[in-house]
């Protein structure tokens, strides 16, 4: 009976180790979301909030952890706040690989197209994989997972991939979405949930400086705190990290990005566009099946790799990773 009773109480610590490590909980009954920025401290640890919201009755922040681009959802009640206007925080935090990316894609913001973070980590040799999921009556295209998982299976794992996701595409493809999710619990892959807007709309007639999210009367607001609540209902983790759909902004709006705390990313590899990956690539391919060009060609390009895989001499990389990496100690 006690050997019973201490193998039930491995079971039960080992399985609440797996529910923390792969965190996916849903806020099902979120109220009162906003934008908030405080410092959070608690044990020493200055997270930086930048929301706030209430769910069953406790109130919650999604926090940033300013060096290392890591988030979480925790209680407030757990921390130590000192609220804070963004622009105080920036100063508050100027140190930090956080404020740094912001500001040099604030730096970035001239071109119409592809503004934000394009690289990462130049010295290494692998990429890093962004895939997105704009709206689209396709299926997702499970091969991109499959074949990352199958390929990095001895040698990473789990193999990261960032996934940049449309409200739309959350409500549309359910099976889908719990398949990524389920991937990402077994620990096959790691997702790193990237804000792609709400409605993602888009027009073929419009000039690009009038598309996208510069179509006139987009709200911007809802496109950008409307897809954090969907993923959270989700039990998705929204990262820090935003993707424009058609990679397409002004400066007005990266500045607007930038207010809400977010990290615009580009890519300078769009690989159904032409654009050939480099070491420290961004990597843009579409997992919306919408796309499947540019996933042949990833694909030919892992199988390329097969050896350097092996020898770890080409690996797929975080996205935090290479962009606090690219940042820190500048
Ligand atoms: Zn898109």
Redesign the pocket.
């Known amino acids: 009976m006690k050997q019973l009773l201490k193998y039930s109480l491995l079971i039960f610590l080992l399985s609440g180790y797996a529910v923390t490590a792969n965190a996916q909980v849903s806020y099902l009954k979120i109220t009162n979301y906003q934008t908030y920025y405080a410092s959070a401290k608690r044990n020493n640890t200055d997270w930086f909030a930048i929301r706030k919201f209430e769910n069953e009755g406790k109130i919650y922040l999604l926090l940033v952890d300013p060096d290392e681009l890591e988030t979480k959802i925790d209680e407030a009640a757990q921390y130590t706040l000192s609220p804070m206007f963004m622009a105080q925080a920036r100063l508050y935090y100027q140190k930090s690989s956080y404020e740094k990316a912001l500001r040099k894609a604030e730096q970035q913001s001239k071109s119409i197209q592809d503004a934000g973070i394009q690289s990462g980590m130049p010295s290494e040799t692998g990429v890093t994989l962004t895939a997105?999921?704009?709206p689209s009556v396709r299926p997702l295209d499970r091969r991109i997972f499959t074949a990352i998982f199958e390929q990095f299976k001895k040698v990473e794992q789990p193999v990261p991939i960032a996934l940049?996701i449309?409200g739309i595409w959350m409500r549309q493809h359910q099976q889908d979405l719990e398949w990524l999710k389920e991937m990402n619990m077994k620990g096959e892959i790691y997702i790193t949930w990237v804000n792609?807007s709400y409605n993602?709309r888009v027009s073929k007639t419009q000039p690009l400086k009038q598309n996208f999210l510069l179509e006139p009367g987009t709200d911007v607001n809802f496109e950008v705190l409307g897809t954090e609540q969907a993923m959270l209902k989700n039990g998705l983790l929204p990262s820090v990290f935003f993707?424009f759909?058609?990679l397409v902004s002004d400066k007005q709006l990266i500045y607007k990005i930038a207010d809400f705390g977010l990290i615009p990313v580009g890519s300078d590899a769009w690989l159904a566009k032409g654009q050939q990956p480099q070491s420290g690539s961004i990597v843009l391919i579409?997992g919306?099946g919408n796309e499947p060009v540019g996933v042949n060609d990833f694909i030919s390009l892992l199988k390329s790799k097969t050896k350097s895989i092996a020898k770890k001499q080409w690996l797929l990389y975080d996205l935090r990773e290479s962009v606090e990496t690219t940042f820190e100690g500048k």
């Open positions: 997105d999921l704009c940049s449309t792609h993602h993707r759909p058609g579409h919306n």
